[in-house]
């Protein structure tokens, strides 16, 4: 039997989308702690249970490992910045975000969409995490819509929801793909671009998306968004996610490209030549940003390479 790479296992999991989470408790001098983490389940509503999943790595694992009280809070959309702070910062986590505290005196972020303050009910060893249980003593929710994770990205339902346009004329959807660390695109006429198609009424974009590549002979698998923007004078509606494929079929007509080449090349238009040196910049810095707006301005998002 083939031994288990665990880089591979580790991407395999992260296919599995999930909500992004923050797990707050303190040390025994007071001190708060916390780390994000995608490992979050209800497990029971009576007693209500819930679990969580700190890794050994931490270094805040020991507090996690022997709290009594611990803070789950569940992101909103809008909170990357709180997810990012907790997954990776060095520093006082707590000084960079608003927190408050629970009745037990658990420190949370704010503005999270839920938060449930528990008791420590169990701790079971699982490998290299602890599987940590905690009864509900109390929670707290608002209405609103959940920051997400999968293939190592945060992601947006509300940009999701936002990357097809109803009212628009014509809707594209395309993919910025990766393939062995270079970008698939098609060689056209009056220039590149990326894989695109037309979307029908009523269809699930990212859906359609993998099996039009599918159909022309790149196994892919589709991540976050990348860029949404109308072009008024066109009544055209874009769409690019990002993808990343496993498999490319050797007729597939597309030209893989390096990353630092993109904004070297010709495009079928203004605003992909513009998309694609972008990317190019961002990729050689190695933080993505999600762009929202028209062809001329908007808004960028930072998206982020994991949890």
């Given amino acids: 039997m083939k031994p288990i790479d665990p880089k591979e296992l580790r991407g395999a999991f992260g296919r599995f989308m999930t909500g992004v989470t923050v797990v707050t408790t303190r040390r025994a001098d007071g001190t708060p702690v916390g780390f994000t983490a995608n490992s979050f389940t209800s497990v029971s509503l009576d007693p209500p249970l819930l679990l969580v999943c700190p890794g050994k790595f931490l270094s805040s694992y020991d507090a996690f490992a022997e709290c009594e009280q611990f803070c789950v809070s569940i992101l ?5 910045d709180v997810a990012n702070t907790f997954a990776g910062y060095k520093g006082d986590r707590f000084a960079k975000t608003p927190h408050d505290f629970d009745a037990d005196g658990i420190a949370f972020p704010v503005g999270a969409l839920a938060r449930f303050s528990c008791k420590a009910h169990q701790t079971v060893p699982a490998g290299d995490h602890v599987i940590l249980i905690g009864e509900v003593i109390g ?18 339902l509300a940009r999701e929801r936002s990357a097809r346009d109803p009212a628009a004329r014509v809707n594209i959807a395309g993919a910025v793909v990766r393939y062995n660390g270079q970008v698939l695109l098609e060689k056209t ?10 979307v029908p009424d009523k269809t699930g974009l990212r859906k359609a998306l993998q099996a039009t590549l599918q159909d022309n002979g790149v196994s892919a698998s589709c991540g976050a968004v990348y860029s949404v923007f109308d072009d008024a004078d066109a009544s055209t509606h874009f769409a690019y996610l990002l993808a990343q494929a496993s498999h490319v ?9 390096p990353p630092e080449e993109l904004a070297t090349l ?42």
């Avoid at 909103?76 to 990357?80: L, Y």
């Avoid at 707290?140 to 959940?146: I, N, P, R, S, V």
């Avoid at 220039?191 to 037309?198: Q, T």
């Avoid at 597939?252 to 490209?257: F, Q, S």
């Fill in 139 to 156: 929670f707290a929710q608002k209405a609103g819509q959940g920051l997400g994770y999968a293939d190592g990205q945060f992601f947006s």
């Fill in 189 to 198: 006429p009056v220039g590149y671009r990326l894989p695109e198609f037309s």
């Fill in 249 to 257: 079929a050797p007729d597939a007509k597309l030209t893989a490209v």
């Fill in 76 to 80: 909103e959309d809008g909170q990357t």
């Fill in 266 to 307: 010709t495009y079928a238009s203004p605003p992909l030549a513009s998309m694609m040196a972008r990317y190019a910049r961002e990729c050689a810095t190695g933080n993505l940003n999600c762009y929202l707006g028209d062809t001329m301005t908007g808004e960028i998002h930072t998206l982020s390479e994991g949890v």
